[in-house]
């Protein structure tokens, strides 16, 4: 019997809407995915129910596409499982939450998996919430970028997924180095503390050239435009603004780790001005 749709309605129309009408309507929804309908949401209105539905739909295909992106070399590779193993245990998801998570996964791995068809989906009810696609996005590049390297296929399958998200070619590749560069940054700076126990340090070239690319300026750019390029950043990625588009609670984590990557870049930015 196939119960986590249910499970996972439950808790996120509690989450929602603080009371038993919320449960008992994510519990349909839920109902209406073990049944395998999927998240077939045409008749979306922006009422409370569509939230919920958002919710549901962003959770169970980020990783879903997440396990189709892990495949698309031929074979998930250690890396790739410990990133989504990694990553639910930084979201700290209950046992109901991280089944479903694993479900969605295992899901995307099939031969076969929907891709278009999820996504157009996904992006439908999204409707105009550019912030959250755009979180989408970043996540499965994460995934893809795992093991350090970015495999034509799993290029291909990013690509595919830019384009129904409503992002060009251009786009994705301006999100890849940021990404790419947010990693980097982010082992420089883990780098520097062990080296230096936590003191300040002068910072190398490198760090700061990764600090320009999460941003997605560069050290030509004047002070006024590199603040507007952090200020868009940091308010489409507030975790609280997301929730309120439809980002599932139980993802608040990720949003809250690329705002600290984003600060930091600032701040080294700002004090190497």
Known sequence: MRIWGKVLGFLFGFMLSKNLFGALLGVWLGHMFDRGRGFDFDGVTGGKEDDVARQAAFFYTTFSVMGHVAKAKGQVTNHEIA??????????????????????????????FPLEERLRKFKRICGNRHDLRLMFLEIQIQVAFSDGDLDAKEREVLHTTAKFLGYSARQLDNLLEMIIAGAAFNQQAGQSYQQFNGENASTNAGQLDNAYKILGVSKDDSKGDIKKAYRKLMSQHHPDKLIAKGLPPAMMEAAKEKTQDIQAAYDLISKQS
């Open 83 to 112: 990133f989504a193993s990694a990553y639910m245990d930084k979201l700290n998801l209950s046992n109901e939450l991280r089944q479903q998570a694993q479900d969605a996964f295992r899901e995307g791995k099939t031969t076969g």
